[in-house]
């Protein structure tokens, strides 16, 4: 089971299949954790010393690093328990690219424990970059920006929709009896040869007797 003080500072030992740079940069982290925490405690004396002073006779300065040194504590501890989770923790699980990319902001942040973390920090973010430049490929080089075409897909076209054949119009149909405007003409029947024809034609065009 971990202590609390094992979640907040990591322990001095280094797991036996780092590679020797990595190793050596996970010490150097270290280091810089322990400093991270000394100078929270050493910035917490000069603040509290400062503001009793102020409180006692006064005076500006007092007050400017009293309140400066509340800063710091806050700074150089939250640093201390970040850095181990971003650094140490992720060199511990093998992630050597994110640990050295992290390392900058710790770098930045401890200039404000009287420079000496940042120092550790500093041969940390190097050590990590020589193991993972002696672990890449011979002759490997990244790219240059904007060498990568990205190429963008198609558009979507939706299939063209199946023809559908049109029916054959309807003709109506037309009955002898029945004109081109669908009215009915008026039938006779032929007394000589029983014929029906029209009754406006004069003869019978079956027989060509003469209509009566």
């Known amino acids: 089971m971990n ?23 996970r010490k150097f982290a270290w280091w810089a954790q322990i400093m991270f925490m000394l100078m929270a405690f050493i910035w917490f004396i000069l603040a509290i010393v400062s503001l009793v002073l102020y ?19 806050m700074i150089c501890f939250l640093s201390a328990v970040f850095m181990k989770r971003t650094v140490i923790d992720a060199i511990d699980q093998g992630r050597f690219h994110d640990a050295k990319n992290d390392s900058m902001i710790w770098i930045l942040l401890g200039l404000v424990g009287f420079v000496i973390p940042s120092l550790f920090l500093i041969l940390t973010y190097a050590k990590l970059g020589d193991a993972m430049a002696a672990q890449a490929p011979v002759g490997y080089q990244p790219y240059a920006p904007g060498t990568v075409a990205v190429q963008q897909p198609a558009p979507y076209v939706p299939p063209p929709a199946p023809v559908q054949p049109q029916p054959a119009p309807v003709q109506p149909a037309q009955t002898a009896s029945t004109g081109a405007h669908g009215h009915q003409t008026p039938m006779i029947r032929c007394k000589n040869c029983s014929v029906q024809f029209p009754q406006f034609m004069h003869s019978c065009p079956n027989c060509g007797a003469p209509k009566e």
């Open 3 to 25: 202590s609390p003080m094992g979640t907040l500072i990591a322990h001095g030992g280094t797991p036996p299949w780092l590679p020797r740079d990595v190793a050596e940069g």
């Open 55 to 73: 409180v006692a006779d006064g005076g500006r300065a007092s007050l400017l690093v009293g309140v400066f040194g509340l800063f710091a504590v």
